[in-house]
């Protein structure tokens, strides 16, 4: 099989460190070029300051793009590369993105520019791997990733969705500061709890992402009263608490920021469409699987769902599926921080489950979740041929 050479768009950032670590040994894709912002451009990338606490791998040799740069088009055909990693800020995502995938490169973005545009697959692909299927359908060849606090929350609502029917949904996150970027993750006054826990726009984002995957429709989702009530309060949009009623399901969500390093987890109240016995729902959990032609993929982890009794949210962070690598190379291991952990499972009445699910928001919320887009796209046959 031939590999891809491919861009990774940030150079110093979270989720651009991520991607180059995942690329050092991938299979399937070969890192040929970084571009980055004018702080970055221009300097050899071994001088970027790496601020992943992992050991910088053997990455090659290269000087940093310029992503703003005229003829940055020309230079990566020159380069061959058919596929783009993008790990930019929304803003910078949305002119470069399109820019690329116009170009014919293939571009699979961790960025929220085109979120749920038409003809621009969203998916997880345990929860709606058939959604790439519109890959390419808008004119261009642009797929996203969603939202990393999404990951625990989509998935297991995914697999109770699929057996039981869900009808209504409360969800609170605890969101680790890696979410917010490099800076915030390397500012000591946050790491000692000086930080505000507000993340404007995210249960916003959240709820619409989820309504999405789940494949409820979006013209039928009314932003209920409450949530208009919330919105006013805290600005269109930006608030930390959505409430989406869309056709049959009711969500409610509210995102906060907490002192931690790495990992989002939820808390979750799930209203089942029907009654259901304790065990049922725990091996629905467990047996919720990657479509098999995704299980060959090298970042699909071994199981999606890891099912514990209680969530400890350091030991648990880089699950694969079976394990939990208490110091993984995940330049070597891309199965490491790629499942979803699910703990405090329990029946509050007949129709009502409760539990907490946790994740790598910068692995499976980002980097690895994004990669593994490329990598659907790859065993598809849907990338562009490369020469
Ligand atoms: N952190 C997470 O957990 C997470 C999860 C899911 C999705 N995301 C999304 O992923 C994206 C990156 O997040 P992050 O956490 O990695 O942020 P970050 O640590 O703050 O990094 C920002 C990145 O953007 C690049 N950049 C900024 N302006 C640029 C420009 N004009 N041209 C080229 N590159 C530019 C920077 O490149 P230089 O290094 O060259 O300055 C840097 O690599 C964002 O859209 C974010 O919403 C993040």
């Known amino acids: ?102 170009a014919g490169i293939a571009v699979f973005s961790n960025a929220s520019a085109f979120r749920r545009c038409d003809g621009v697959p969203l998916v997880i692909p345990d929860v709606n791997a058939n959604h790439m299927s519109q890959f390419g359908t808008g004119g261009h060849m642009l797929a996203c990733a969603t939202n990393c606090t999404l990951i625990p929350f989509a998935v297991p609502v995914a697999a109770l969705a699929a057996t039981f029917g869900v009808e209504g949904l409360q969800m609170n996150s605890e969101q680790a500061l890696s979410g917010g970027g490099y800076e915030l993750l390397l500012d000591d006054r946050a790491q000692e709890g000086h930080h505000s826990s507000e993340i404007l726009g995210e249960a916003h984002k959240t709820s619409a992402e989820l309504l999405h995957v789940l494949g409820v429709a979006q013209n039928s989702a009314r932003e209920s009263e409450d949530e208009n009530e919330i919105h006013r309060a805290h600005g269109a949009f930006e608030g930390c608490s959505s409430h989406v009623v869309a056709a049959d399901l009711d969500v409610d969500v509210t995102c906060k920021r907490v002192t931690r390093s790495d990992g989002h987890q939820v808390f979750v109240t799930a209203r089942l469409q029907r009654p259901a016995e304790i065990e049922e729902v725990q091996s629905c959990l467990e047996e919720h699987a990657f479509p098999e032609r995704l299980q060959a993929c090298p970042s699909a982890p071994l199981r999606s769902l890891q099912v514990v009794e209680r969530i400890d949210p350091l030991h648990h962070l880089w699950a694969d599926g079976e394990r939990f690598s208490q110091a993984p190379n995940p330049s070597t291991d891309l199965k490491a921080g790629m499942a979803v952990v699910l703990g405090s499972l329990e029946m509050i009445d007949a129709q009502t489950v409760r539990f907490s699910a946790y994740s790598h928001n910068t692995v499976r919320g980002a980097a690895g979740g994004t990669m593994l887009l490329a990598e659907q796209a790859y065993i598809e046959e849907r990338l562009p041929k490369q020469q």
């Open 1 to 102: 099989m031939q590999r891809h050479n491919t861009v990774v768009l940030g150079a110093s950032g979270l989720v651009a460190q991520r991607m180059q670590q995942r690329l050092v040994n991938h299979p399937w894709f070969i890192l040929s070029a970084v571009v980055g912002s004018e702080r970055t451009a221009g300097q050899p990338l071994s001088s970027i300051p790496w601020n992943l606490s992992e050991p910088r791998p053997n990455l090659p040799q290269m000087t940093v793009l310029d992503g703003l740069e005229k003829n940055l088009i020309e230079r990566l055909v020159e380069l061959n590369v058919t596929v783009a990693f993008s790990c930019l800020p929304s803003d910078v995502a949305d002119p470069l993105e399109l820019h690329l995938s116009k």
